[in-house]
């Protein structure tokens, strides 16, 4: 495979690094928690329970970084899309958490359902080359409280990939998802040998760390489940507009954010997440898409692989509102651009104007560039089969290689779109494209078998989803 283009030299690398290092041991994070500050004070953390501040001194981050899970499994259900994590073998995921969808029969821009997050895990359980699901939408019919819960079983009985978590809010959803996982596994110990789940953690930029969102990722970390430390910092709103600034600043707060994991859980499985953007500096809003936003995406893979941590980036993105030409240029250049940086993990397909409303048929159509840079990537063979001599000079001046064998033998090696009716758009339908990916939802909705789960097991599920909504209590806070 074709990869590792980069942007930064060795000596940026250190340079960038050095100033991460300068930012958690000068300024620290924030961390409103006496419980938590304590602990990590007895850790060797240079703590200021006044402020709420925690610093990290530089030989505690190298210490922590060096211990690191550097390869580790994210599974799917059933065995048939297992991610190896520290390969660097590129997979493809969704992202979360668009509040809208845009309906792919009607064209109009509407807030997600439960009904959405069902369509969207078949969709995705039949993409061929999606490889996890992201939590790519947040129902706005669920209940308060509780309404992760009731996402993830409609996703769990659609889809069998990996379910990367990034919508909990409270310790009390996750260890009802960790029951449910753990259900489907045929108990904790299974799931935590074979995790078909896990978990984000996300600080909040600049350099804050919520406490509710590090007691849920505890939640999972406590029992052997793979995290993800995550930084989405927004370049001249909650970082500086420089871009090397923004990373700087990326990096201290996802390296933070794994040491403090660390601290609490050694050994935890550990994905280093980041998602940097740029601020349009007319409108003050989050563009997709932006040249600086793929620079840095692209020096937060390298930075990751410095610490040989597994990686996940932002990397097919658009800041357009619907699927159009904008869409399609965007999407494309961000889905190579970041595929030749070499991380784990690249999120954004089926995400529209910058990431806050999903489309269905831009997933499947995403799926298609995906798969067409993948293949557009890969090394070509070349030897004496592949260069031909011999049928170069069978067929010889004025010939045709239509009917040799070596043509016959080699035409199944090229690549064939997916999406039928990629390649043959027409003038007279010059919509060609847009009018199969819808075809192929409608198709996928309609007659995808995802692998079923247990009647037993679906009822115990639907026990547990019935329990967590009898018993939550909004808290009083």
Request: aromatic share 4%; proline share 5%.
């Amino acid at each position: 495979m074709i990869r590792d283009v980069k942007v930064l030299d060795e000596g940026e690398i250190e340079t960038v690094h050095s100033a991460s290092l300068q930012i958690l041991g000068n300024v620290g994070l924030r961390l409103r928690s006496d419980q938590h500050l304590t602990y990590l004070q007895k850790q060797g953390f240079d703590v200021d329970k006044k402020n709420y501040s925690v610093k990290i001194p530089e030989n505690l981050v190298a210490e922590v970084l060096k211990k690191t899970p550097k390869r580790f499994i994210l599974y799917s259900r059933d065995r048939k899309r297992d991610l190896q994590m520290g390969e660097r073998n590129c997979y493809y995921a969704t992202s979360g958490c668009a509040s809208n969808v845009i309906d792919f029969e009607i064209g109009e821009r509407r807030p997600a359902t439960l009904k959405d997050v069902a369509s969207c895990a078949k969709v995705i359980d039949a993409v061929e080359n999606l490889d996890m699901i992201f939590s790519p939408i947040s129902a706005h019919d669920v209940p308060s409280g509780t309404g992760v819960i009731d996402e993830y079983r409609a996703t769990v009985e659609n889809s069998t990939k990996h379910t990367h978590l990034v919508d909990l809010n409270s310790v009390y959803e996750a260890e009802y998802i960790i029951r449910i996982a753990a259900e489907i596994m045929g108990g904790v110990d299974n799931l935590v040998k074979e995790p078909i789940i896990s978990d984000m953690f996300c600080s909040v930029s600049p350099l804050t760390m919520h406490i509710s969102a590090l007691d849920t990722v505890l939640t999972f970390a406590r029992k052997g489940l793979p995290v993800s430390s995550t930084s989405m910092p927004l370049a001249g709103g909650t970082a500086p507009i420089t871009p090397a600034g923004t990373l700087a600043l990326s990096n201290a707060e996802v390296i933070g954010g794994i040491i403090v994991v660390e601290a609490f859980c050694p050994n935890t499985p550990v994905i280093y997440t980041a998602l940097p953007s740029i601020m349009d500096p007319r409108t003050g809003m989050y563009r997709a898409a932006a040249p600086e936003g793929i620079w840095m995406r692209m020096a937060i893979v390298q930075v990751a692989n410095h610490y040989q941590i597994p990686c996940m980036v932002g990397g097919v993105n658009s800041a357009s509102k619907t699927p159009n030409i904008q869409d399609g240029y965007e999407k494309a250049m961000t889905a190579v651009l970041s595929r030749l940086a070499g991380a784990d993990v690249l999120t954004g397909l089926g995400l529209l104007d910058s990431a806050t409303a999903l489309a269905l048929d831009q997933l499947v159509v995403d799926s298609e560039i995906c798969d067409h840079v993948v293949r557009a990537l890969t090394d070509q063979p070349i030897d004496d089969e592949t260069l031909a001599l011999d049928v170069i000079a069978r067929v010889g001046p004025e010939g045709h290689f239509i009917s040799d064998r070596h043509t016959l033998r080699h035409a199944s090696d090229i690549w064939i779109p997916r999406l039928p009716g990629i390649d043959m758009v027409s003038k007279r339908d010059p919509d060609n494209i847009v009018k199969n990916a819808k075809k192929r939802v409608r198709d996928i909705l309609k007659s995808h078998k995802t692998q079923p789960l247990d009647p037993s097991t679906m009822k115990q599920i639907d026990m547990i989803v019935s329990e967590a909504r009898k018993n939550y209590q909004p808290s009083k806070t």
